[in-house]
């Protein structure tokens, strides 16, 4: 009766907390079965890591897990046989002025049986043409905790963090216990706030919307007679939110309409009033720290003194793993409105954007899913790596939670060339739809210690990118990381991607090759990807090619 009445207790703590009960009572435990068994979960088989094959690309073995280079574009090209290209160009069920320009561009197979080889245009082409069954969709995480954590951020390096010491207070207030994709994407030179991460994540959509329609202009026309068979190229767009952030994006979202970076591109994609679906992520309690559990006697528990105040639950997403409950309806409203891919990354990688050449490779592999990686460098501390498993698999681990950070370090010593996730997925949506009930079930949940300005705790998270360890015959794309992979787990991150103090004497030495490489990746991303431009010290719109007349 007593234990009955503790749980009402702390049920109504969590619940004050905007904490889900039953969902973290269900992760608790399992987490206590998990220590029970001696782990929590962290340990994967791993035989090596695997490296992309040089040379052209070829159609993969249907089932096979394989690497895909697609870094270097000017020597990016496919030979297709014949009947696979017409087979998989059928299957989009294209419309006929769309057709024809492709096959104007050589694009599609001819009456023969000869291959064709494509290059990088007639990819880019056909990743354009294939659009309007595209949707992309962002996954915003919680609160930026772990991003202006000043713990974290000195941790990163301590010189770099004085350096910045400044501007990190000032930022740090301002971001603190907002949603991470309503901070800036970047620091401007003259020290303001840039547009925030989902602003650019919009106008990078929008953007290519408007060279869909430019190339293909029957296109627009056609999703205004029969939209539920041909809909708007990336619209609407998906998003993850969470119990605890919903209200603050969704408010946003109504307000960046009238943005500067979104206006007039909003006005001319004519996308209508539901540009974007939602699935909300419930809040899960923190854990007990591992150092204090020793099963069965004193099992893990909920963590209560966050901040060190007592009876304090902290409030945490489970990780963007569980998109696959979250998003279970948004994955198959899309599939009902003609869509057959969906992009999804995360909400604070300047890099994530919606790449035709990708899409079309996904369409001509016939791939359940594709994900990017890059080359691993210094600044790249907090996220998955790709692994070759015992069974000769492919799969994405997390440093620390899945593989000891001690046991990448090796690698990295022996000269391993080892690809990063850059947290970028490609979704088959007929083959999610198929096996989202099989990945609800076996998704790993992993657990990690933390040390924080809230307290020392454990963390219960399901990591989105593991789904490849569930997945038969996905595609690894090797990618470029300073066109594809600039993101910001860190604030400090940011501030040295955006270019900040690159010239000052106290900027560290042994960070200043990744990090000038970073910042000209930024520079390139706003000029080409994002079409922004400098004037008097900020990025802004560039005023013709945001209303369409470049």
């Known amino acids: 009766m007593a234990q009955d009445a503790n749980e009402s207790k702390v049920d ?113 082409l056909l990743g354009l043409a294939a659009l309007p069954r595209v949707s992309y969709g962002i996954l915003n995480g919680g609160s930026a905790t772990s991003y202006v954590d000043e713990k974290k951020n000195r941790g990163f390096h301590g ?66 007679r029969d939209p539920a068979n041909w809909p708007r190229p990336l619209f609407p767009l998906f998003q993850m939110t969470s119990s605890g952030n919903d209200a603050e994006i969704s408010a946003a979202l109504e307000e960046y309409r009238e943005s500067p970076a979104l206006a007039d591109l909003v006005w001319s994609a004519n996308i209508g009033d539901e540009w974007f679906l939602t699935g909300i992520q419930p809040l899960i309690a923190a854990l007990t720290h591992s150092g204090e559990v020793a099963p069965p006697n004193r099992p893990r528990d909920f963590f209560l003194n966050a901040g060190g105040r007592v009876d304090s639950p902290l409030a945490l997403p489970g990780g963007h793993g569980q998109n696959f409950f979250a998003l279970e309806e948004v994955y198959r409203d899309l599939r009902s409105r003609g869509k057959r891919l969906a992009y999804l990354g995360n909400v604070d990688n300047l890099g994530f954007l919606a790449d035709p050449v990708e899409i079309a490779l996904m369409i001509l592999f016939d791939s359940p899913a594709g994900f990017d990686f890059s080359y691993k460098t210094r600044v790249d ?55 989202l009930l099989r990945i609800q079930q076996n998704l790993p949940l992993r657990v990690s210690d933390q040390d924080k300005d809230a307290g020392r705790y454990a963390q219960a998270e399901q990591v989105t990118w593991e789904v490849m360890g569930l997945i038969d015959g996905f595609t690894a794309f090797g990618v470029d990381k300073y066109r594809r992979f600039l993101a910001s787990k860190l604030i400090v991150e940011n501030f040295m991607t955006s270019g900040i103090g690159l010239e000052e004497t106290w900027f560290p030495t042994e960070l200043g090759e990744t990090a000038r490489a970073l910042y000209r990746g930024f520079i390139r991303i706003m000029e080409d990807e994002y079409r922004m431009e400098m004037r008097n010290g900020r990025w802004l719109p560039s005023d013709a090619k945001a209303s369409g007349q470049a």
């Open 12 to 124: 109504s703590m969590l619940r004050q907390a905007g904490i889900d009960p039953q969902l973290s009572r269900w992760v608790l435990d399992k987490v206590r079965r998990m220590d029970e068994a001696g782990g929590s979960g962290n340990t994967l088989e791993v035989a090596g890591f695997p490296r992309p094959r040089s040379g052209p690309l070829s159609i993969p073995e249907s089932g096979r897990d394989s690497i895909a280079d697609i870094s270097d574009p000017d020597a990016l090209s496919i030979e297709v046989p014949a009947e696979i290209l017409r087979r998989r160009i059928e299957g989009l069920e294209l419309p006929e002025p769309i057709l024809a320009r492709l096959r104007s561009a050589g694009c599609l197979p001819g009456s023969g049986g000869d291959p064709r080889r494509l290059d990088r245009g007639m990819l880019r």
């Open 159 to 224: 010189t770099l963090f004085e350096g910045y010491l400044e501007l990190f207070t000032r930022q740090a207030g301002s971001c603190s216990g907002r949603a991470k994709g309503l901070t800036p994407g970047y620091i401007n030179p003259d020290g303001s706030s840039g547009f925030s991460f989902i602003e650019l994540k919009i106008r990078s959509a929008l953007l290519l919307l408007g060279e869909h329609d430019r190339l293909f202009p029957e296109s627009r026309d056609l999703s205004l």
């Open 381 to 435: 501390v907090k996220g998955g790596v790709l692994l070759e498993t015992s069974d000769a698999s492919l799969t994405c681990g997390d440093i620390g939670p899945a593989i000891s950070r001690s046991e990448v370090e090796a690698a990295e010593g022996r000269g391993d060339a080892i690809l990063f996730n850059c947290a970028t997925g490609l979704f088959d949506l007929n083959y999610l739809d198929e096996q």
